[in-house]
């Protein structure tokens, strides 16, 4: 008899997610592919709504009143009924089902109707209803605060005058560069104290510099509880062409930060278990100390080790008064001084193909133009001929390392340099660093340990400026300090300060 009902059970969870995949699909070929991205219609396939459901705590109290923001066609709804039936959930349970869309609208109807049969056969009880309103607008639609908010909300990005975005200032205090972010604050308002949020998101939002008002208002009054992390960024919302790299993870409101650790799982995709699972400080992965409050997710031990050692240098490319800054020179505004490498009014100009494994070299074949014509206008934008550290901004996906970095040795014959817009270039003061220390740079920026490092709080394959500038470095001052042969030694001093607007 057992054994019947829990069979009984796993069908009808079979048969609610089944439901979930089906109604996604309607929902997507019900709105053409303009349409589903304005309103940012990515469906959650049932295995990641699975994983979203399942880390939340539904054990504790006899009733929970959930909010689904942005329900789309009811996947998270009945992944949690689903999830409920299953593990013998005996709370009652409250869901509202917050969205604007009018096909999604019509789909929840169905999909609530599903989850009804499913409740009433096992005994779970629910009440399920739709809102039809702005997720955003709180004003407009909330009753009393819920003790659970799930989502998968909608990425696009919000301008600085967007209506979302100042109506989302207005109520939570947070500048949100995305719609997301938006999402994200908007729930952690709603939510007693106590209350958990799940959601899968895109991981921009960990060390993105846009996202820092996000972050302080997550750390100041929320604390990770279990993150989801995967291999492959691709995989997720293939049905879509979704390229992100997501996460999944859980958030409870006001919880002390140190007061428990955090479950950090790495999955290849959401179709197959955890590979790795550990339990991580909550210092780890937001530090207070950190004024980026940068998140930190580090998929094992071996992860958390490399942090440790890269943590344990003393000084910064920062604190050495060293200077990150992105190229000057973008392409597209500069036309008219871009040239022929042979153009005797040109200097050389550095694009990220000319960063490569033996160092920059230039000019480089079937690249874009490699001068650029000094000029009285032009020429503010230069860098005097010497070394540099030239960095990558961007990484395809196929490139092995997230961080690729080369030396620029001056270039016989030119007085001066410019860097494109899709390198960082690190110097000091605008002039040159010594060789030795621009080889341990290098060196250092391409080696495992800051892959590792970089991996663990940048899911994208953008190195920013900020995140090199804050990168720990095991260099000494006095020890990587030599003479600058032919610059100013005032200026161009490890010393020196950081030039203000670049
Ligand atoms: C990424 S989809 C996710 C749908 C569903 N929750 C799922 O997981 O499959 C986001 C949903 O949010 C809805 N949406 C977008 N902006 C909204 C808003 N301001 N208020 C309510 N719903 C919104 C969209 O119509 C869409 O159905």
Redesign the pocket.
Known sequence: MTSYRLHDKEQTGQHLRASADAL?KRLESESDRSGRAV??????PSEA?SSIVEILDLTDASQYRIV?A????G??MLSLVAQAIETGVTARLVIDM????DA?LRLLDEAVGVARAAGELHGVELDLNIIDA???DVGAWVQRPYDIAV????YSKLGQHAAARTMVHRNTGVECPNLYAAFMATALIVLVDGGQLAAITPRSFANGRYFLPLRRFLAGGSAFRHVVLFDRRDRIFRSSSVLQETVIFRLDKSATPDAHGVVVETRVDHQTPAHDIHEVPQSMIVSLEDPDRFINLPGNTEVMAVAARVRSYNETLGSLGLSVSTGPVVGFRATEYLTTAEDPAAVPLIYPNNVQPEGVCWPVKRAKAQGYVRTAESARRLFPNGHYVVVKRFTSKEERRRVVAAVYEPIDGFEEVAFENHVNVIHCNREPIPRGVAEEIADYLNSDDVDVYFRMFSGNTQVNATDLRRLHVPLTAPLSREPVPGHNEGNGSLFGHEVAGW
Not at 39 to 44: E, P, R, Y
Not at 98 to 101: L, Q
Request: proline share 7%; charged share 20%.
């Open positions: 996604n309103m940012g219609q990515f469906t959650t709504a689904d942005g329900a789309g066609a996947a998270l917050v969205e604007r869309d999604a702005d997720f955003l989502m998968n909300p909608p």
